[in-house]
């Protein structure tokens, strides 16, 4: 499980990397509310997300090297959250908290 995760980070992050300086995040992440019935960062599948159209673009939006691999099917079981530690120049707190911002503006889904 270990090999395919170390893999799969640096499927994800390899072309961003050579392209992209190194950068570490020394900020506190900020507080982001979950919305009872929507999508999180920290609590939804990534494979979730990639199903709605909707949702999907949000990531599409922020995170374009990573919905656009062709290693990420590998990750739909996992979270953001739990992507960020094989991606984090990708997927700072700061990152995270955009797109969570952006997915608590999505309707509801029933």
Do not use: C, F, W
């Not at 020394?26 to 990639?50: D, F, K, N, Q």
């Not at 922020?62 to 990708?90: E, F, N």
Request: avoid cysteine; hydrophobic fraction near 45%.
């Amino acid at each position: 499980m270990m090999k395919t995760r170390h893999a799969l980070a640096l499927a994800l992050t390899a072309p961003v990397m050579a392209l992209t300086p190194a950068t570490a995040e020394t900020t506190a992440p900020a507080a982001v509310p979950s919305p009872a019935a929507g999508y999180s960062v920290e609590e939804t599948a990534l494979g979730a997300m990639l199903d709605d159209p909707a949702a999907k673009a949000v990531l599409a939006k922020h995170i374009p090297a990573i919905v656009g691999s062709d290693q990420i099917q590998m990750a739909r079981g996992m979270t953001l959250k739990q992507l960020q530690q094989y991606a984090g120049d990708m997927l700072s707190d700061t990152k995270l908290a955009d797109i969570q911002a952006d997915l608590n503006k999505l309707p509801t889904k029933k």
